[in-house]
Nanobody
Framework: QVQLVESGGGLVQAGESLRLSCVVS????????MGWYRQAPGKQRELVAH???????HYTDSVKGRFTISKDNAESTVYLQMNSLNPEDTAVYYC?????????WGQGTQVTVSS
């Protein structure tokens, strides 16, 4: 079983930054894609960003230019650098990795942005 442990969430003011980390219990070389999703109260979970095993990245429009996803293969860790945060970014952020057709999720980390 694969375990994902997120960290780095917290309460910040608008305009500030946070860096989320996701440590994966096995080598991330075995995954086709790694990403971050978020779910705000009363809303569906949505993709924030993902990165492929080859390093290609994709971002949802609302975070382009503000968020950066990256990975450290040696540390089996996926990061999400979030800059210029705004209250609309408030949500629980979930790490996700995909191996062929199997999806794995972390427990989530809360990000709250005050205005």
């Amino acid at each position: 079983q694969v375990q994902l442990v997120e960290s780095g969430g917290g309460l910040v003011q608008a305009g500030e930054s946070l860096r989320l980390s996701c440590v994966v219990s096995r080598s991330i070389f075995s995954f086709n894609r790694m990403g971050w999703y978020r779910q705000a109260p009363g809303k569906q979970r949505e993709l924030v960003a993902h990165i492929t095993s080859g390093g290609s990245t994709h971002y949802t429009d609302s975070v382009k230019g503000r968020f950066t996803i990256s990975k450290d293969n040696a540390e089996s860790t996926v990061y999400l650098q979030m800059n210029s945060l705004n209250p609309e970014d408030t949500a629980v952020y979930y790490c996700n990795v995909v191996a062929k057709y199997v999806w794995y999720w972390g427990q989530g980390t809360q990000v709250t942005v005050s205005s």
